[in-house]
């Protein structure tokens, strides 16, 4: 099995709510990613967790709070989230961090903040 | 540092005439590359990867991809084109010495592929 699973699908939120992205994956993985894709771009890396802690912040600003539960889990907490932050958030998982293993990605997430 | 540079922000081909993506690479040591596949609003598929074994890597769907190091390119290929291959396809080369201590993926800028009947 190599699924990631996101919910929601899609999400709209205004610049005043508080809400929260979900990722999980059941491969093991010790390695999970949140990414951010703006539309006809790639995806932009905004956070790594090894291990279950956090490795990497891509220089994300503080309105998106990242954490890890546990070694399956992975969300990402927004607030007070600016109309430009409306992207499709993809999460990812690989082996681990440090070795050139593939990422598996999830479907993502889709938000819109108004 | 490494890079890599999709040459083609559009191709459109048949329905069953085959497909060329062409891929170049910067690297300054054996490099892991990949190939993904985003169809319209979803996420990324992994179509195959190569990781210094045979050039000649196979993937899903029909899809292949040869590494050929004196030409710094990893050019996807598949024989006869689908209408379901109409998608984005991102060529990817991997960063183990990337700063932070991880193996960060690097990502080309995409290729649209569109399949016309």
């Known amino acids: 099995d190599t699924e990631v699973t996101q919910t929601p699908k899609h999400l709209v939120m205004g610049m005043t709510n508080k809400k929260s992205l979900k990722c999980e994956q059941h491969m093991g993985h010790r390695a999970m990613y949140w990414y951010k894709q703006k539309a006809k771009k790639p995806p932009e890396l905004m956070f790594v967790y090894s291990y279950e802690k956090l490795s990497i912040n891509e220089s994300v600003p503080s309105r998106f709070s990242p954490e890890c539960p546990n070694s399956s889990l992975l969300n990402l907490h927004l607030h007070a989230l600016q109309p430009e932050d409306s992207a499709l958030y993809l999460c990812?998982?690989?082996?681990?961090?440090?070795?050139?293993?593939?990422?598996?990605f999830g479907p993502g997430t889709r938000l819109t903040v108004t | 540092a490494q890079s890599v540079t999709q040459l083609d922000s559009h191709v459109s081909v048949s329905e069953g005439t085959p497909v060329l993506l062409r891929c170049n690479y910067s690297s300054s040591y054996s490099p892991s590359l990949f190939w993904y596949v985003q169809h319209p609003n979803k996420g990324l598929q992994l179509l195959l990867k190569y990781t210094s074994a045979a050039t000649l890597v196979k993937g899903i769907n029909g899809f292949e991809a040869e590494f050929k190091k004196s030409e710094t390119s990893f050019h996807l290929t598949k024989p006869s084109a689908h209408m379901s291959d109409a998608a984005e396809y991102f060529c990817v080369v991997s960063d183990p010495f990337s700063s932070g201590g991880y193996n960060k993926l690097i990502f080309g800028a995409g290729t649209r592929l569109a399949v016309h009947p």
């Open positions: 990812a998982s690989s082996q681990d961090a440090q070795n050139s293993y593939e990422q598996y």
